[in-house]
């Protein structure tokens, strides 16, 4: 049995000191619901703690595509392995009627700016702000 209990203590001591080890995969994130419609975000401002993990399931309800781009924040965060192709370049795209999940844990606070990048959607409201505490 105090095998079974040390091989547990490695595990955990091991997953705390391998960088990105920390992202949640199997523990359970918290969900965070964001809406992308012409032309909002809904929520546009996201408010995250730094070290814990979320998945940020991402939802657009318009017909015409959108992208939730905040480069600055996907930079300062880790992403799971399974989402990493998700983002690129710093931002999700979706087409019209499509959601998406990505799992990542933010790393250092501070604040980031969100917007969508199609033109003039950003002009036109589709903007916001994400805070790491």
Do not use: W
């Not at 480069?71 to 019209?96: H, M, N, T, W, Y």
Request: charged letters at 15%; a positive charge; proline letters at 5%.
């Amino acid at each position: 049995m105090s095998r079974r209990i040390a091989a547990v203590a490695l595990s955990c001591a091991l997953s705390l000191a391998i960088p990105g080890a920390g992202v949640a995969q199997g523990a359970n994130p918290q969900v965070i619901n964001v809406e992308l419609s012409s032309f909002a975000f809904s929520p546009s401002t996201l408010t995250f703690q730094h070290g814990r993990s979320y998945r940020l399931h991402l939802v657009n309800t318009s017909g015409g595509g959108h992208d939730f781009t905040a480069p600055e924040f996907f930079a300062a965060s880790q992403i799971a392995p399974a989402d990493r192709a998700r983002v690129a370049d710093g931002k999700v795209r979706l087409a019209g009627k499509q959601s998406v999940d990505v799992t990542l844990t933010p790393e250092r606070a501070g604040t980031y700016a969100l917007h969508c990048s199609h033109f003039l959607h950003a002009g036109m409201g589709m903007k916001g702000a994400i805070t790491v505490e």
